[in-house]
């Protein structure tokens, strides 16, 4: 298949984790995905996601890992790291460089402080690692969305809080033709994935954070918040802080650079 791209599953305790892998890199880099995966994993999406990402495929075999497929409530954003870690035992990954987007970013952290072991170097995008009035708003009336059967508004609040208004004026036309093709037949895995978002505290130890680490965001962040991305370059030594001036959340898709940083990051 086109990039190596491929499709995979690995048994954690009594269910399944959904991941996709590509690229014929030597090294290996993991993409840890933020709460969408609430609403679908990464289950058949090999192809989109190495297109996507093609341009770490000639240094990495790069794997993008959902959470498992059954969670229960109270999982948290420390439990999805403890998963990760067995998740990279079964698969015989003893080491790798980590980027985590969003939610996913907040796993990685976990993942840093409670498996230092398993992390070569770090990238931290666009999320926190203490919550904040922005993101407590975002979520809850996402939530508030999904409780009220509401998924197109959800779909579109996303987006606006998400990106550039230069990058909406371009894609609004899409709107009317949102929420109808994808709708989870279940939201419970989006809710308490949402409530491991809303929970989830790293802050104090950041500190345990050893290895290399790259931090990115958006200065005009409508979902962790403007001060997110310092909050977390304060408590961890040695990191370089990347921010995006007038973007938000969505900076790892409108962020031109964004691969290239992540990239001179990873194999300086």
């Known amino acids: 298949m086109l990039l190596n791209a491929k499709n995979g599953t690995v048994?954690?305790?009594?269910?399944?984790?959904?991941?996709?892998?590509f690229g014929k890199g030597s090294e290996i880099l993991i993409i840890l995905p933020g709460l969408g995966d609430g609403l679908s994993t990464v289950k058949g999406t090999?192809?989109?996601?190495?297109?996507?990402?093609?341009?770490?495929a000639a240094n990495y075999k790069v794997y993008v890992f959902?959470?498992?497929?059954?969670?229960?409530?109270?999982?948290?954003?420390?439990?999805?790291?403890?998963?990760?870690?067995?998740a990279m035992k079964m698969l015989s990954i003893s080491k790798a460089d980590i980027m985590g987007v969003s939610q996913g970013g907040m796993i990685a952290q976990y993942l840093a402080i409670d498996y230092p072991n398993l992390v070569n170097k770090l990238v931290l995008a666009v999320t926190l690692?203490?919550?904040?009035?922005?993101?407590?708003?975002a979520l809850s009336s996402w939530i508030e969305m999904v409780k009220h059967g509401d998924y197109k508004g959800l779909l579109i609040d996303t987006a606006e809080k998400s990106y550039s208004e230069r990058y909406l004026k371009k894609h609004r036309f899409l709107y009317p033709l949102m929420g109808r093709m994808g709708k989870p037949k279940d939201f419970?895995?989006?809710?308490?994935?949402?409530?491991?978002?809303?929970?989830?505290?790293?802050?104090?130890?950041?500190?345990?954070?050893k290895c290399p680490t790259l931090i990115i965001g958006g200065n005009?962040?409508?979902?962790?918040?403007?001060?997110?991305?310092?909050?977390?370059?304060?408590q961890i030594d040695g990191?370089?802080?990347?921010?995006?001036?007038?973007?938000?959340?969505?900076?790892?898709?409108?962020?031109?650079?964004?691969?290239?940083?992540?990239?001179?990051?990873?194999?300086?």
């Open 220 to 234: 005009d962040d409508k979902v962790v918040g403007v001060d997110a991305s310092k909050e977390m370059a304060d």
């Open 11 to 21: 048994m954690i305790g009594d269910t399944e984790m959904d991941y996709i892998s």
């Open 46 to 56: 090999a192809l989109p996601f190495a297109m996507a990402y093609r341009a770490y």
């Open 66 to 86: 959902s959470r498992k497929n059954q969670i229960k409530e109270g999982y948290s954003t420390r439990d999805m790291a403890k998963d990760q870690a067995e």
């Open 188 to 209: 419970s895995r989006f809710f308490i994935q949402a409530d491991a978002c809303l929970t989830h505290n790293a802050y104090e130890e950041l500190g345990k954070i």
């Open 129 to 137: 690692s203490r919550q904040n009035d922005t993101i407590q708003k």
């Open 239 to 268: 990191n370089k802080l990347v921010l995006y001036k007038g973007l938000g959340h969505g900076a790892y898709e409108e962020g031109k650079d964004f691969n290239r940083q992540v990239m001179d990051f990873l194999l300086d």
